[in-house]
């Protein structure tokens, strides 16, 4: 294997750069029959527009809720299970990453039946007489976040369940026999120590959470558009290659601020640590 | 979870968001009524017989499981050997050629779906297919590259050295040895690229034409025209074939496994 590894590569970067690389440079800088400068003209218009504006900023509002949301509850699981001795642990883990092989769609169409006027939530308020009509709960911000929580959880339970599996569980039981309470050994020896697979599951929630399509346009529907849902009616209602070149330039800088922003910190601390 | 009141509500909390909505869509899936309303009103299989009876879901799901399983081949036909050498070969900038391929794990779907619109549809008139085949090999590559080049890491390259020192051509050090260490790895993402490919729906969505269009894509459309049970048959039945995906997962490879190769 002395020259061969190359001849390896071909194939796969010949299929990389033209289905992807190039054709997603010309579709955020030069789309069709467009020039660059209107792309960017129209940039600038939509970072003054308070309509575009607040679509970006419900976008990063959503993203940033859920990001929390889902390492507050990915966490807890992560940690209970990594420490459990239970056999069942192997269950409930197994349990917490199965809807990650299940379909967006299916998983969100449950929060139709809870959310929807005709769906429980509703029906069990009108019931208990707290209402007379059910509440407005679908095409909301909060159904919204609930239905990105939902998809985005087992990505953060996986992340968080490496990080503390990797820490050993000795530590735990060194702090603990030092006179440590149950949360200082918590909050100063396990999350320190798992703070990089925490980085890391919020950079890939939030990404997520920002980019996703399926939940807004279910959940959300028009009165609550975020940039991915934006992006598909300027690309596909309005045929707008401007606009559309704009917003996805937009989406793709904000997901990569954001993970160059975590790698950053995750290098300082591997630093200093 | 005793002694941990505060973790063991969040965790708790936390479950009941993964899984009960799931819940909801089967259990509405047995409803004699015609509407999707929880409860349900009696209990009946006849919205499944109605899915399976359903042309534009059965047609959809043919399409689907066709995209899945090309584009899975293809991406493991090409990710393969760049595991390979990126692994195995002395090339430079490897790291560099690792993140290309993992790239596409960052740039949102919806802007290389669109980009493939432009290019590939309008641009070369190529069908849907040529465009959907392209798109999902390329969302495929990076599970292709990353989780065999996991399982390859941790076998010792000695062994290989070898069975070429013992006088195995190149060829039947590949398919003898090398194959061999690979074979978990390829199983793993493998199955990974069918499920991430048979549920797309960013790229599905942007590249469908009135012949090809994949099942994800077709519930999103029926279910903004009627809100009936079907589509929650329709799931329940996705449901039940996931599940058996996830039992032959757990059963070879090991669940965690299979996800552990793809995030770092």
Redesign the interface.
């Known amino acids: ?1 002395s020259r ?3 001849l ?2 071909v ?3 010949v ?2 750069l033209f ?6 440079a ?3 800088l030069a ?2 029959s467009t020039p660059t400068a209107d792309v960017f003209a129209r940039l600038g218009a939509m970072l003054t527009d308070p309509y575009d504006l607040a679509i970006i900023w419900r976008t990063v509002r959503i993203g940033l809720i859920v990001t929390v949301a889902c390492v ?3 966490f ?2 992560a ?2 299970l990594a420490r459990s001795t239970s056999r069942f642990a192997g269950m409930w ?22 959310l ?1 006027s ?3 939530i509703g ?1 069990l308020l009108v019931i208990l007489g707290v209402t007379d009509q059910p509440p407005q709960l679908l095409y909301t911000e909060l159904a919204v976040v ?1 239905g990105l ?2 998809l985005f ?2 990505l953060a ?3 968080c ?2 990080a503390v599996a990797q820490v050993d569980a000795g530590l735990d039981h060194a702090a603990r026999g030092l006179g440590a309470t ?1 949360s200082q050994t918590l909050w100063k020896i396990v999350i320190p120590l798992s703070r990089p697979g925490i980085l ?1 599951a919020g950079t890939l929630v939030f ?1 997520g959470a920002t ?1 996703a ?2 939940t807004p ?2 959940l959300g529907g028009s009165s609550q558009r975020m940039l ?1 849902t934006q ?2 009616s300027y ?2 209602v309005s045929v707008d ?1 401007a606009a ?1 070149s704009a917003t ?1 330039l937009i ?2 800088v904000l ?2 601020l954001v ?1 160059g922003l975590s790698s950053l910190v995750s290098r300082k601390a591997g630093v200093t640590a | ?1 005793r ?2 009141p ?3 509500t ?2 708790v ?3 009941i ?9 089967v259990s ?1 899936a047995f409803t004699a009524g015609d ?5 349900p009103q009696g209990l009946s299989l006849r919205w499944f017989g109605e899915a399976l009876a359903y042309q534009p879901f059965i047609s959809a799901l043919v399409s689907s499981l066709q995209l899945a399983v090309v584009s899975t081949a293809l991406a493991l ?3 393969v ?2 595991t ?2 990126i692994q ?4 430079p900038g490897k790291s560099l ?1 690792e993140g ?2 993992l ?2 794990l ?7 779906g ?7 549809m ?2 070369l008139h190529q069908t849907s297919f040529v465009a959907l085949l ?2 999902h ?2 969302l495929l ?1 990076p599970y292709a ?1 990353r989780v065999t080049g996991a399982s390859l890491a941790l076998a010792d390259p000695a062994v290989e050295e070898a069975a070429r020192g013992l006088g195995a051509s ?1 060829l039947r050090t590949f398919f003898s040895v090398t194959l061999p260490l690979l074979r978990p790895g390829i199983f793993s993402a493998g199955l990974l690229s069918f ?1 991430t490919s ?2 797309n ?2 790229l599905s ?2 590249l469908q034409s009135r012949q090809f269009r994949t099942l ?1 894509v077709t ?2 459309d029926y ?1 903004q025209q009627s ?1 009936d049970p079907m ?2 048959a329709m ?1 329940t039945l ?2 039940a074939g ?2 058996v ?2 039992i032959v ?2 059963k070879t490879v090991g ?2 496994k299979i ?2 190769g793809i ?2």
Not at chain 1, 19 to 24: K, T
Not at chain 1, 94 to 110: C, D, E, Q, Y
Not at chain 2, 106 to 111: F, N, Q, W, Y
């Open positions: 294997m061969k590894p190359a390896l590569l194939p796969g970067l299929f990389i289905g992807f690389a190039i054709p997603s010309l579709m955020l789309p069709p507050l509850l990915g807890p699981i940690y209970l883990l197994a349990l917490a990453i199965f809807p990650l092989l299940l379909s967006n769609v299916v998983r969100t169409f449950g929060w139709l039946v809870i929807g005709q769906g429980a029906q609930l929580i939902q959880l087992p339970v996986i992340s369940y490496s149950k890391i990404a980019t399509y399926t346009y279910l991915s992006l598909f690309a596909s290659w559309a996805a989406m793709t997901v990569f993970s | 979870m002694g941990r505060v973790l063991g969040l965790a909390l936390g479950y968001i993964m899984i009960v909505p799931i819940l909801f869509v509405t509407a999707l309303t929880f409860p036909l090409l990710g050997p760049v390979l050498a195995r070969g002395k090339i050629v290309l391929f790239s596409p960052v740039v949102p779907e919806l802007v290389v669109l980009a493939l619109y432009q290019q590939i309008i641009g392209v798109g090999t390329v590559l590259v190149p499920v048979f549920n729906v960013p969505l942007l994800p519930m999103l279910v809100y589509i929650a799931s996705i449901l996931t599940v995906i996830a997962a757990e669940f965690a996800f552990g995030n770092k």
